[in-house]
Every structure is written in structure tokens, then in C-alpha cells.
């Protein structure tokens, strides 16, 4: 009996797991909701209080009269920074872990299966080393290549931003541990970051900065949401009703916690209020709990506020206590193959014009590695993220063991990357590439170039690598540059090579994918999730980075990355979503299901990719749509799909794709809402956001009633370019019209200047001298305000 109910659980789990659910099997919500419930019923306000700050630097407060445990949290994202105790730092003693790839290199996969199985093993070492909530993915936009942790983000790009931290979320938490989505929300710059102002207008906040953290909720729905540093709109993110409960839960259906950023909290009564559960670190807490009994006690906060705040908290740390596998084992063997298998799926080839790539061993007998980078891996960024691997290869002795059979590899550093200014064996390097028959150069940016708490002043190389790069250039035309960095460079010796394999920091096991991609035991099939700029002049946010005096202004709106550079037509150095690869693939086929939609209709795209190289490779296929009639200024094309297929050479596979309303709309701010417009739109299929091979154009039209939203300070031209209100705009003021009418040509025709048409109604009595005022200009609104209309 025994043995049927103990293969009976395993069958749950087994389902459970299939489904993706946390390996929590006896977590019960109604049951919880009412322990939880009864729990609260015993809660001093002291507890409460207490329970909502942490206890020190990792783990929530334990409250052992009522039996409540406490959770264990680590550092994040690609790898675990798990300290010797929750009440250590774990800087430099932290437990050993497995390495990834940083965000910046898991985008450029553009692979979701990849980002879930990175998830899960995050998810088993977590558990191997007792951690239940794992602080990342970072899912914040890349707003500027300056910003300092854009190596811990995905991309400038909302959807993929999104549908990636899903992704990894969906991962870590299959393993019964918890993921958290930081930092909510508009977190771009390091300078200032605990007081920076993110100002910017709502619907650039909506359609970029908190698309990404949406998606996550609703697709990955992670056990935490971490609040922000910088205030957004004014308004500490640790403080904002309007971001942590108006959207984040009521709107999107967040049923976790919110976390604080490590000493972002400012007022923490506020933050309770706003919908913040939990402060951390513990120890300034402390004093915060004095402030929030007395805020209960002074009637300044409900304590049935705090009530709500203290249930959703412990339904997450019982979650948390909730999984089998607790202390299982780190699979550290096997996670080393899987991060350079991850690793290898990030790679991306930028330039192989001469086709100097995959490496012909049979060719090239003689090669040189230049660049420390060979022997002293650059692999991840600085910060609160940074791992301490389990192990760390470096590049020149895996190609020296694993692909040296037939091969001379000579290695010469060319710059120091104790001094970036030292040129001094740039001559070396070079020399050692002449006498060879094709030289490797590893190139990229230093450690301390890429940091938390600190952004870049430009996008540079050292001067020492640039130097070495252009050296070897001239001393031997075979040369491929492997580049090391975590964001956007600059690559002003770029016309002089002609292959570039971008690397990123690639974990732990980087150097072994690296090899790989050089001697084509894997096809690079990576491609940009961030534009990379021919100069920082030309990037969206040059003018307003870091921004001065604790704001910064977002003057470039929703146009960042491609959007950007598409509206002002820069040609970038290398464009969103490009990315070369050993074959090369034909695009065809492409069908809507209907040319025809309205906005309740959800459109099929489908077409057909085919192999039309040599080799077996991947290729990312993106969807991107233009509005091509709008009221309102919108981006030429936005990605809104996309999907990544492998193909046997010669080999077709049809790719689909289905868009809904979402997809076609902008964020109103005057409706607080996402609306579609009539109208027509295209389709786009690209292989980059530069390389469009296929399109199709439809027609939408919307089935919304919205109510006209004027005021007296709505402008004359927005009643007579609209056919709905012109006549109503003539019957109102006739004569002042009619005077503004050519003879022989209807009142419809009236000319009225350009400077006229700018004036808000309420100039109108000045204007019409004195033939409509004040009161019959509220009136008149008041009238249309009550009309609706099909945007
Ligand atoms: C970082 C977070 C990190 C936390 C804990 C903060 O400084 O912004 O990303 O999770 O520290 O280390």
C-alpha cells in the first residue's frame, strides 16, 4: 500500500513537473490561505512588522512561537552568489556555482528553451545550496550602451526582454524555487541610482520600460518583483501604489512579493502603503519596524494594509519551504557541459565577409592567439552578481587540447590588462601574427569596464586592444577578432578585418563555445539584442544620460534602440536582431490569414525558412509590425514575435506566428489604456531589424467605442481635421467660419491659417470676436464629450 501511495505522489510530481508547476506538490492554496489566515489571527502588530523586514542580509524573519520559517535569498542572475550565511555578504567567500552566460549573452540566443533550461539548473544548484528565492532575471530595458549592468540585462527591446525572463523564470521555479523579476521598473542608469529621477512620460513608461516586467508576471508569474533604486515619475519604485499594486498586482495579477533593492527603501510605512511587502537587508529594518508600529498605532497605516502585505509574504515563504529537493545535489560536472553548450548558443557572428570562419584546420597549420583575454578569461561582469565558478577555462588550453591534433597554436598577450594604456606588446603580437598562417585576436572590455554602481563614459576599447587590433590587421590578413565585452563597443578598425565573432561574457565555460564556434563544431546562430552604434553620438540617449541633478529625462521616449536609429535613419554599426551564421537561409511563403481584421481578431502569419547553405544552423526569424496610419507618433517598425529554428542543410521548416490586439496598439495616456487604430498596418519577417525579407500589409479596423476626451485647451485643428466633429465645430462658431471661407466654396472649405488651427479652444472668444466664450466653449466640450468614436 504503502508503495502504491508512494508511486502515486511520484506520478503527481512527474505531472506537475510536465506542466512546468513548482515540484511543491503538497502546496494546497486553500489550505495555505487558511493557515495563513489563522497565523495572522495570532500575529502581534510587532511580528507583523517584523516579519516584513528581513532578518539580515539573505533571508526573511523566522517567527519560531508560530512555527513560521524563514527563506533564503542569493544573487543572481547567471549564477549563484550564495554567502557562507544569511548574515555574511558573500563577496570573494561565496559557495562555489556554475558560471553562465550574463543576460546580455542569454538574448542574443533568442531562445527560450535555452533561457528555461539555464532556469532550471539555476533552479537545481539553488536548491543544492538551500536557496529558495534566486534574485534575477534583470529584465530592464538597455536604454543607453552606457548603462553599467546592461550586462545583466536582456535587451533595448520590450517583447524579447519579456518573453526571455519568462522564460528563465518559468525554469527556476520548476524546480520548486523561486525567481525574482528585478529591478521594477525603469532602473537604466548606475549614476545616482539611489535617487535618480527615471522622468518620463506614461506611455514611454508603458510600451517599453514595463511591457518586459508584465510579460514576466503574466507568462512566468515569479515568486518576487524586486523595486527599483532610482524614483520613476517622482515616486520612489519602493513607494509607488500606481506601480506595485495598481498594475503590478491588480492589473497584471502579480501574486508574489515585492522585495526592496538592498537599502532602497526610504520610507518604509510609504512603501507599505504602495504595496511593498518586504525591506531588505535586515538590519536598517530594524529601526523601520519601530516606524511602522507607530504609523499602525497612530492611525497613519491600516493595519489591515499591513495585514494584506504580511499574507502574500508567507504564502511565498511556505512555498518556499514547500520542495523535495532540497539539498539535492549542484550537478556541478554537468552543469559545466550545459553552460558551454549555452554559451555556444549565444555566439554572434557579426562580419565573415572573406568567409575566414569556421577555422580550416586543414588550411591553417600555424595559428596565432593574441590577447590575454586567452589565458585570463574575461566571463562575467562586476557587482552583486558575480559568481565564483566551480571552474574556468581558459581558451588557448582548450584549443591546444581539443583541437591541437594538427594544429600550432602560438599565443603572445599584445596588451596587459593590468595597464589598457600600455602598448608595449602590441609589436610582439603582431610579429607572431606575420610568421603565422591566421591570427585569433581576443579583444574586448576589461572587468572593471562593465559594473554595478558605475556606467561607462564612453564605449571604447582599451587603447591597448584597439591598438593590437589594428596591428595584427595590417601584419596578417587572415585575422578574426573574438570579442569579450558585455554591452555595446565601438570598433572603429572594423573596415579593417573581415571577420567578427562576438562572444559576450560567456560563464565559466565560454572559452570551450568560443572554440567551437572558430573550428564550426557549432554554427553561430546568436543574433543582437542590442543595437551596437557606429559612435555614442549617434545613440538615443546621448543628450540625457546620466542625466544631471537627479533626473533624467527620457527625451528620446519610446524610441530606443532600433526604434531610434529606424526614426532618424542612422545606420548602425551592427543592427537589432542581426547575426551571421556558417550556411545561409531563404525566406518565402508568407501568408496572413486574413488582409482584413478587427481588433478582436487574432491574426495568423506563417511562411517558409529554408537552409540554402552547406552546413546545419539555426536561424531567428523576427516579426516586426508598422502602423502605417496613425494619430499619435509611432516607432517605423516594432518587434512583436519571433522564433528560432534549427535547419539540416537543404531542410524547410514553416514557422507561425498569431498576433493579437496587443500587438497593432500603442498606450494612451489620455485612456489609460492599450488601443489599436483603424487602419493600415504591414508585417514584416526580417532576419535582422535591418534585413527585411518578407512583407505583407492588412487592414484593422477597430470595434472600440472610446468617449471623446476634449477640454477647452483642446486644439481647433483636433474638431477640424476630425469628419465626426467638423460639422459640429461649424455649427458652433458660423460665422467666424464663414468669414474664413473663399467666395463660391462651401463652409467646409473654410481656410483657416495653420497658426489658427494651434489655438486651444478657449482663445476662441479673442479670436471669433466675441462669438462663442468661455461658458459656451465648457458647454460645447461638455456636448462632444458626450460622442464616442472608433479610434
Ligand atoms: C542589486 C540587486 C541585488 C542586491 C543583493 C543590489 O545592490 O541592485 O540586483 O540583487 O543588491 O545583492
Redesign the pocket.
Known amino acids: 500500500m504503502l508503495k502504491i501511495i508512494t508511486n502515486f505522489k511520484l506520478f503527481i510530481l512527474l505531472f506537475l513537473m510536465i506542466l512546468g508547476a513548482p515540484v511543491n506538490a503538497e502546496f494546497d492554496e486553500s489550505t495555505m490561505a487558511k493557515k495563513i489566515d489563522q497565523l495572522l489571527s495570532k500575529m502581534t502588530l510587532e511580528e507583523k512588522a517584523l516579519l516584513t523586514s528581513g532578518r539580515d542580509a539573505w533571508s526573511t524573519q523566522p517567527i519560531e512561537r508560530l512555527d513560521i520559517p524563514s527563506i533564503w535569498m542569493a ?2 542572475p547567471h549564477g549563484l552568489r550564495r554567502a557562507p550565511t544569511t548574515y555574511t555578504w558573500g563577496y570573494g567567500n561565496q559557495a562555489p556555482a556554475t558560471c553562465f552566460p550574463t543576460a546580455s549573452a542569454l538574448s542574443a540566443s533568442w531562445d527560450m528553451d535555452l533561457l528555461k533550461q539555464v532556469g532550471e539548473a539555476l533552479g537545481v544548484e539553488s536548491n543544492a545550496l538551500g536557496v529558495d528565492l534566486l ?1 534575477g532575471p534583470g529584465i530592464n530595458i538597455k536604454r543607453s550602451p552606457l548603462a553599467g549592468r546592461n550586462f545583466e540585462y536582456f535587451s533595448e527591446d520590450p517583447i524579447l526582454s519579456g518573453k526571455l525572463g519568462a522564460a528563465y523564470i518559468n525554469g527556476v521555479q520548476s524546480q520548486g524555487v523561486g525567481a525574482t523579476a ?2 521594477y521598473v525603469a532602473n537604466n542608469v548606475e549614476t545616482q541610482r539611489m535617487w535618480a529621477n527615471s522622468n518620463l512620460d506614461d506611455r514611454t513608461l508603458n510600451e517599453i520600460y514595463m511591457t518586459p516586467f508584465e510579460i514576466a508576471v503574466k507568462e512566468g508569474q515569479p515568486w518576487s518583483v ?1 523595486a527599483c ?1 532610482n524614483r520613476v515619475q517622482g515616486i520612489y519604485g519602493t513607494e509607488s501604489l500606481q506601480l506595485l499594486t495598481d498594475k503590478l498586482k491588480n492589473e497584471w495579477g502579480f501574486k508574489g512579493f515585492v522585495v526592496s ?2 537599502d532602497a527603501v526610504v520610507d518604509r510605512v510609504q512603501g507599505i502603503r504602495a504595496g511593498m511587502h518586504l525591506e531588505m537587508p535586515g538590519k536598517p529594518a530594524r529601526i523601520t519596524n519601530k516606524m511602522v508600529v507607530e504609523a499602525v498605532k497612530n492611525n497613519e497605516l491600516e493595519e489591515q494594509q499591513l495585514d494584506t502585505i504580511v499574507k502574500d509574504l508567507l504564502r511565498i515563504v511556505f512555498m518556499g519551504q514547500n520542495t523535495d529537493d532540497k539539498h539535492g545535489d549542484q550537478n556541478i560536472e554537468q552543469h559545466h557541459q550545459l553552460a558551454r553548450k549555452i554559451a555556444a548558443e549565444t555566439i554572434t557572428l557579426l562580419k565573415n565577409t572573406e568567409k575566414l570562419l569556421p577555422v580550416d584546420p586543414a588550411k591553417y597549420k600555424k595559428i596565432a592567439v593574441l590577447g590575454e583575454f586567452a589565458v585570463n578569461p574575461r566571463y562575467q561582469g562586476n557587482g ?1 552578481s558575480q559568481v565564483k565558478p566551480t571552474q574556468l577555462d581558459k581558451f588557448i588550453d582548450i584549443v591546444r587540447n581539443e583541437y591541437g591534433q594538427s594544429v600550432e597554436f602560438i599565443y603572445s598577450p599584445g596588451y596587459s590588462l593590468a595597464n589598457d594604456d600600455d602598448l608595449s606588446l602590441v609589436e610582439q603580437a603582431a610579429a607572431v601574427a606575420t610568421h603565422a598562417d591566421l591570427a585569433l585576436v581576443m579583444a574586448g572590455l576589461p572587468l572593471s569596464y562593465e559594473s ?1 554602481g558605475i556606467d561607462r563614459t564612453h564605449i571604447d576599447l582599451p587603447p591597448s586592444h584597439n591598438a593590437l587590433i589594428s596591428a595584427v590587421a595590417k601584419a596578417q590578413p587572415n585575422t578574426a577578432i573574438i570579442l569579450t565585452n558585455g554591452s555595446a563597443i565601438a570598433m572603429p578598425w572594423e573596415s579593417q578585418v573581415s571577420a567578427i565573432l562576438e562572444t559576450w561574457l560567456g560563464g565559466q565555460a565560454g572559452a570551450g563555445a568560443i572554440a567551437d564556434a572558430v573550428f564550426g563544431k557549432v554554427n553561430p546562430s546568436g543574433k543582437l539584442a542590442e543595437t551596437f552604434p557606429v559612435r555614442l553620438e549617434d545613440t538615443p540617449a546621448y543628450l540625457n544620460f546620466p542625466g544631471e541633478d537627479g533626473q533624467v529625462i527620457y527625451g528620446e521616449r519610446m524610441f530606443v534602440g532600433y526604434r531610434y536609429y529606424d526614426k532618424r535613419n542612422i545606420e548602425p554599426l551592427f543592427p537589432f536582431g542581426h547575426g551571421l551564421s556558417y550556411t545561409d537561409f531563404g525566406y518565402s511563403n508568407l501568408k496572413l490569414s486574413a488582409s482584413d481584421i478587427t481588433d478582436n481578431d487574432q491574426l495568423q502569419v506563417s511562411l517558409t525558412v529554408t537552409n540554402t547553405g552547406k552546413v546545419k544552423g539555426k536561424e531567428v526569424i523576427q516579426l516586426y509590425i508598422a502602423d502605417k496610419q496613425s494619430t499619435v507618433q509611432r516607432p517605423i517598425k516594432e518587434l512583436k514575435a519571433f522564433d528560432k529554428i534549427e535547419l539540416e542543410s537543404g531542410e524547410s521548416k514553416d514557422v507561425s506566428f498569431t498576433l493579437t490586439k496587443r500587438d497593432f496598439s500603442y498606450y494612451s495616456k489620455v485612456y489609460d489604456r492599450w488601443i489599436a487604430e483603424s487602419g493600415a498596418f504591414d508585417i514584416l519577417i526580417g532576419a535582422s531589424s535591418r534585413d527585411i525579407r518578407l512583407q505583407a500589409g492588412l487592414n484593422l479596423s477597430s470595434t472600440e467605442n472610446l468617449q471623446y476626451k476634449m477640454t477647452e485647451f483642446s486644439f481647433f485643428s483636433e474638431y477640424w481635421s476630425n469628419p465626426q466633429l467638423k460639422p459640429l465645430l461649424i455649427a458652433f462658431m458660423p460665422k467666424w467660419i464663414k468669414a474664413m471661407t473663399p467666395k463660391g466654396k462651401p463652409i467646409e472649405e473654410a481656410k483657416i491659417e495653420d497658426f489658427l488651427q494651434q489655438q486651444p479652444l478657449i482663445k476662441f472668444p479673442y479670436f471669433t470676436g466675441g462669438e462663442v466664450d468661455e461658458q459656451k466653449i465648457k458647454a460645447f466640450v461638455k456636448q462632444i464629450n458626450q460622442l464616442t468614436f472608433n479610434p
Do not use: T
Request: charged share 35%; aromatic share 18%.
Open positions: 544573487d543572481g534574485l528585478k529591478h524586486m533604486y533593492d538592498w552583486s554595478e
